[in-house]
């Protein structure tokens, strides 16, 4: 039907490739060769050398025999090398699988066995526990590179090799490797999901390319921005800003933790423009001693992700000079892919009406197709009517590919030809949309997902545990804690004490109920236990509705 | 190979959607429904009326037969109906094609026969010139639409529809729909070319998508700009910018032509942020009476394409509040896919000192591949030395899919896998293109390409023309004119108003040489005209290179 605008008109290699964002470094490195890339502590980079450095760490995995389609795992705090991986691994055609540095032991292992992770780079902070999970792991081992770091002090090497040997070694005028198909996977990331074991998101070139420069357009970066790396890299990839910050030849300010001094120190020193991060990152900042009071000549933009942003935090961010923009997403949309999109005239607005607006998850991302409130029983959309309640689902191009060898999962998460996020909300009047509820009872602790039903299964396992429910309890330094209601066997007994030490043997410290409460559990007629009863005894139905 | 990072891992409805510059309207309609989309004259639509505007007249083409892959052809200036029909066209799946409001009743016609027209929508100023070249179709002939306007007052009807009436009885609930895959053809452009016939450039939903976004980085657009039409939507769709616009929910200043004293009235009274065009618009407006004098409290960005400004023109638009940035293409890229970057401290500079890099052809847009100087005999890079000449080509995804109905040609332009553009140029030393000659002896005159092959030809025909030769004049006032230098015949006589009247009568007036030189023309030992020295006489030596 189309011809003859087809005929003869092929894809060929001067009209035609594969959307990678491997193109924003090659790019940038030759656009603006003499432009900082890279700043930590005493170390800064061009453009010209990130791109040089990439491509000789490529060319020694290269040669160690790492290639497509194989995992290149990274544990890994905001250190330069880690801003690398995000370019010298998919230049290999390899996949980055970003590590959480929160987690434990077995939770790695499980990740690095179920990956196949075939390499994996070590900050000497981690490499304790890198240790211990490859002896945990049931697969073959890894190829295990440690990357020093002259700011952490107790340097302790488990690897074969050193980073900065293999980029000396490496070769320069190595060839990256651009994907055949820009389907090709780019990163694989662990989310908590609903159930014991994480479950792998792989997301692919194209999505990447296309959310790096969607996150220019959503957070207005303009060109060269100084971006200040408060958000982990290993969260959704810093949600593709190493690649944003690439496209906008900007200058990425290292650091590897959230330290208030420390971050007011780099903001003024190196001019700092944008910078994002969970609630818990601003309240810390917010609450620090020694933090500017109005005192900025210039907002920082910052965005903030991981939950609602209460009025205070939106009004205590701007009296230290930084201007929120709230995002929304999941690790399965590269991160956020709503947002609460400006509206000329808000600004005019008192702080605390406006914060009533921009605390809403809001509209798709520029470059996403959709984000919707859609009834998943009909698949249709819900009213615009602020009340009518459904779930919040993404379409479009900043979706994932699906979960690694989990065919099950990726079919559930994709019914209807829609991305389920298991968020319950509504949509404003306006076309905002609002979360309500979470579905999946997932506790957002200092900006980390923890599910619910994985602390439960740990306490059902306790002997004497009948029932157990764990939810959300609203805490001012982590924005929530999982806090655990249990109703014991009959004639058993425990105390406070026994659950929570019990919890911490088998479950990282961030995942573990930090209170428990003991007592019949209240429950539905067919035995479901109602947690919004609970949620209302900790307080928490208010936190995460409007 | 890639496996397991294929298996189970499909696109489908979540996942993937192909681009389309169709999305940016169907979200800012979403988004920014009550934000101003177009103003023209005293009318005024929103994001949600041109979005509805476009659906209704969508689904008066269907109703009317016209569907995928037909040809719409538009012989409009500046209105709002100009910039509906960029969404309306290919939410039906047909092909846009534009056609240039300089041409002749014959160009017009071989472009409707050879595009197969199926529809053509016609502004009452043209409406004598279209009924001609239908006269003088070969092939079926298209159903017509007029497109009356208020602003002109001569109204004259030919069609069989007027558009507003076709506006008012289409559906405002017709569903777009959107292209199958992303390298269906959006656009049909006719370009001059280098032989008599024009090419007609396909290009597609991918590549308008990919410039439309890379328009929004390279001319810095931010959100909400207010951007002037001064220059054509019919030269390569407005250089994609009625999609740029949308993606940005910005307002389209409309204009029926470009009148000096009319651009400032509206510039001011607007608020204009951005505007593009060729060298002689922004020549008129510094010329122009009444231009205002360094009274701008924020410069206008405007996007100079055509011919590398001069340092006067540079300075000029700087002094009635214009701060201008060189963009370089051709039809083929979608028009620009290149320009000149602004590199930081270039700001410092002296207007001279800026003038002499910011007037070189620069570097590649944002999301293009690459634009490089290649050999075309060895097909690699010239040296970076500012003084080997090769020819300017590009590579990626901002590149046509191919000449329509033309093989051959597509063959040619995509030799080696690169698009040779047909300009001879050289690389500096800090990596920024830089033309130094036309090797298609194109003449760009008021923004206009004239083919000078096409010229001569035309003169060649002339019973007393031996040898005849056209090149570039330098002109104050349309950039360049196309110039003759003719040969007689052996005993055979001729005037210049004999030379100059015949070429009118087979010529576009634009295209037709301005003036005539006789003589013996020098020649290579071979024969070929040596038409650089043809250029030296006329002076356009300087003006086509540094």
Known sequence: MLEPYNAGLDKNPANFQPLTPLSFLARTATVYPHLTSTIYEDRRFT???????????????TALGVGGGDTVAAMLP????????????????AVLNTLNLRLDAASLAFQLDHGSAKVVFVDPEFSDLIAEATTLMTGPKPFIFDVDDAAFKDSKRIGKVEYETAITQGDSQFLPRYPEDEWDAIALSYTSGTTGDPKGVVTCHRGAYLNAVSNVLAANLGM???YLWTLPMFHCNGWCFPWTIAVTAGINVCLRKVDPARVFDLIARHGVTHMSGAPIVYNALINAP????GTAAKFVQGLIAGAAPPVAVLAGAESIGIKLTHVYGLTEVYGPAAFCAAQPGWDDLSTDDRAQLTRRQGVPYPLQEAVTVIDPDTMQPVPRDGETTGEVMFRGNIVMKGYLKNADATRAAFAGGWFHTGDLGVIDKDGYVIIK???????????ENISSVEVEDVLYKHPAVLFAAVVAKPDPKWGEVPWAFVELKPNATATEADMLGYCREHLPGFKSPKGVVFGELPKTSTGKIQKFVLRDRVGSAKAIST
């Open 78 to 93: 905001n250190v330069p090398a880690m801003h690398e991986l995000h370019f010298a691994v998919p230049m290999v055609g």
């Open 224 to 226: 060269h921005p100084v």
């Open 437 to 447: 509820d979470r579905s999946k009872d997932i506790v957002i602790s200092g900006g």
């Open 290 to 293: 020694g933090a500017p009071r």
């Open 47 to 61: 453009w010209a050398e990130t791109y040089d450095r990439c491509r000789r760490l490529a060319s020694y995995l």
